[in-house]
C-alpha cells in the first residue's frame, strides 16, 4: 500500500484515487460511482474485501452495543443501503432510532426497499444530505457510525467536526473503513490483489472496472490508522482508539464526545 499518507485531509479533497482533480470535483465524480453501483454494492464490497465486510460489520455493532431500550438515536452516515443500520435496529431488538443519511440517492432507494422487505421501517428514517453540512441541531445523537464511507466524503475534517456536533455528550463515533495492512507478505499479497484482480473481476461481473478502480485506489490514498485516529482527536473527540480486522486491511476507529 501507499507510504506517504500524512497530511491526508487536504489530499484528500484533491484526490479521485490516483488522479488530481479540483477540489470542487470530486463529489460529483463519488455520486457518478456509487450511481453506477448502488444495485450491486453487496457485490461490489464482497470483491473489495472477499466477503468479510460482513463479518467485520458485526464486529463494528459487537463494539457499538446498542442498547435493548426506547429512546436511543443513532445516526448512520454514508449508510445508504442499510446494512449497518438493519444491524443496529436488530441488536437494540428493534428499540434504536436509526437515521440514515446519504449524499446518493441511488444508494438511499436501495435501503428504503430493503428495510421495508425486513419490517424495519417504524425504526429508520432515510435522509439525503452531505456529511460536510449535516441537517440536525447539536447533540442530536447517541451515536454516530460510518462504514467505508469516510474515503470518499471529499472534506473528511469537516465532516469528523459535523459528527461531533451532532452527537450529545457522551456520545459514541464509530469509523469502519479499508486501512493499512501491517502483516509482512499480507500487505504484498493484498496489494497486488486490489490493484490487479478486483478491476477485472469487477469488469467481467459487472462490466464496468472503473467504480472499482477507483475504489481500489481510494483505499490507498487513504491515511494510515495512526494518522486517522489523529485527525479525530483534532476534531475534538477523546478516548480515540482503533482495532484492526484481518491484518489491517479493515479499521474501526473509535471516539468519544466528552
Known amino acids: ?27 460529483a465524480r463519488v455520486d457518478t460511482v456509487f450511481h453506477s453501483v448502488a444495485r450491486r454494492y453487496d457485490l461490489m464490497n464482497d470483491l473489495m474485501s472477499g466477503g468479510m465486510h460482513r463479518v467485520w460489520k458485526d464486529a463494528m455493532i459487537a463494539a457499538l452495543a446498542p442498547p435493548r431500550r426506547g429512546g436511543w438515536r443513532m445516526l448512520d452516515v454514508a449508510g445508504g443501503t442499510g446494512d449497518i443500520a438493519f444491524r443496529a435496529v436488530e441488536a437494540s431488538r428493534r428499540n434504536a432510532e436509526v437515521t440514515v443519511l446519504d449524499i446518493n440517492g441511488s444508494m438511499l432507494d436501495v435501503g428504503r426497499e430493503r428495510a421495508e422487505k425486513r419490517g424495519l421501517t417504524d425504526n429508520l428514517t432515510f435522509v439525503e444530505a452531505n456529511a460536510e453540512d449535516l441537517p440536525f441541531e447539536d447533540g442530536t445523537f447517541d451515536a454516530y457510525t460510518i462504514a467505508f464511507g469516510i474515503r470518499n466524503v ?69 491515511p494510515r490508522q495512526r494518522d486517522f485516529a489523529a485527525m ?11 482495532r484492526n480486522y484481518s ?11 466528552i
Open 154 to 222: 471529499p472534506d473528511i475534517p469537516r465532516a469528523l467536526g459535523e459528527a461531533r456536533r451532532v452527537l450529545k455528550p457522551g456520545g459514541r463515533f464509530l469509523c469502519l473503513e479499508f486501512s493499512e495492512v501491517d502483516v509482512p507478505m499480507l500487505d504484498r499479497v493484498y496489494e497486488a490483489f486490489s490493484f490487479n484482480a478486483i478491476p477485472r473481476i469487477g469488469q467481467v461481473v459487472t462490466g464496468d472496472a472503473e467504480p472499482y478502480r477507483y475504489l481500489v485506489e481510494s483505499i490507498a490514498k487513504f
Open 1 to 27: 500500500m501507499s507510504t506517504s499518507r500524512t497530511g491526508a485531509g487536504d489530499a484528500m479533497k484533491r484526490s479521485f484515487g490516483f488522479a488530481e482533480i479540483g477540489e470542487d470535483e470530486k463529489q
Open 232 to 242: 479525530i482527536e483534532a476534531a475534538g473527540f477523546a478516548r480515540v482508539n482503533w
Open 247 to 257: 491484518g489491517g486491511i479493515a479499521a474501526l476507529h473509535s471516539g468519544w464526545k
